[in-house]
């Protein structure tokens, strides 16, 4: 007979995936043993968790707010049995990060040489995304910490800054002339404008030019800091760039800084964890080593 800890890991597993089929074969059993399971969990509880659709399932209001504890429960089941492991032999195991493609190469990279020399055992896993994707993952369990763009407001996760950093604009050749002295804010926006698709840094930009009562429209929306670069680079527009990522390019003289009158205030990456999984050592112990490194 099954369970109770076992029907709500079936439960958590079809929330997650938001079907029957797919949670059936993640877990190696029939559908029908899955559709048995949350029929006899709803029965028990009295409560419908989940509404049938023709594409699978979504989690009712009462599914919703279950998921949510039996995730964290189950991400402390999961820390214990690593704590476990690290008792026999300290460090063993899986490291999962979340961090997006720009943060990875740009500042991750020494970080994860470093901490890989130090614990040649330990088995890394990197996901890529947005900073909404990576949060997703932390939440999700796929990741034990992300390092995101911030400001994040999210008050089931613990949020350390780990280097300031500043927004900026670059431009080519074409657009010299133009911005050879200190631009206003109003006559920038009247150029070509090449900016992030759908990221967290794009809105925390956009939400400074609103206070001043500016809207912004791009001309060109790219998926990648590096594609901001090279179309700068060939005289289509002027990209908003992370300046601390774009040093290969201004640094050679391939683009050129917009001087701004009024200045976007610096931000923060930094690394995200939830308030209520412990960290694993591992985490712990490459937090450790990133902030060492910073502090000094």
Sequence with gaps: MISKLDMYYVFYTVGKNKSFSKAAKELFMSQPAVSQSIAQLEKEL???????????????????????????ALHFIQAGEEKLL???????????????????????????E???????????????????????????????????NLPIDDKSLEIKPLLEIQDTFVYGEKYREILARPIKLEE?????????????????????????????????ELGSHDLLLEFAKINLGVACVTKE????????????????????????????????????????????????????
Aim: with cysteine; aromatic share 12%; charged share 25%.
């Design 46 to 72: 009295d409560t419908r968790l989940f509404n049938r659709v023709s594409k699978g399932v979504t989690l009712t209001d009462e599914g919703s707010l279950l998921l949510e504890y039996i995730s964290s």
């Design 86 to 112: 690290e008792f026999k032999n300290l460090i063993i195991g899986e490291f999962k990060i979340g961090v997006s493609d720009t943060i990875s190469r740009y500042f991750l990279l020494p970080y994860l």
């Design 114 to 148: 470093n901490f890989h020399s130090r614990y040649p055992n330990l088995k890394f896993k990197i996901v890529n995304g947005t900073t909404w994707e990576i949060i997703d993952a932390l939440k999700s369990g796929e990741v034990n910490i992300s390092i995101c």
């Design 188 to 220: 920038l926006v009247k150029l070509p404008l090449i900016f992030l698709d759908n990221s967290n840094s794009r809105r925390y930009v956009e939400e400074f030019f609103l206070t001043k009562g500016i809207k912004i429209y791009p001309e060109f």
């Design 245 to 296: 990522f774009s040093q290969q390019f201004l640094g050679k003289g391939l683009l050129h800084e917009a001087i701004l009158t009024d200045p976007i205030p610096k931000r923060s990456i930094g690394i995200c964890y939830l308030k209520n999984v412990p960290l694993n050592r591992a985490a712990e112990r490459f937090f450790e080593i990133i902030g060492k490194d910073i502090s000094h």
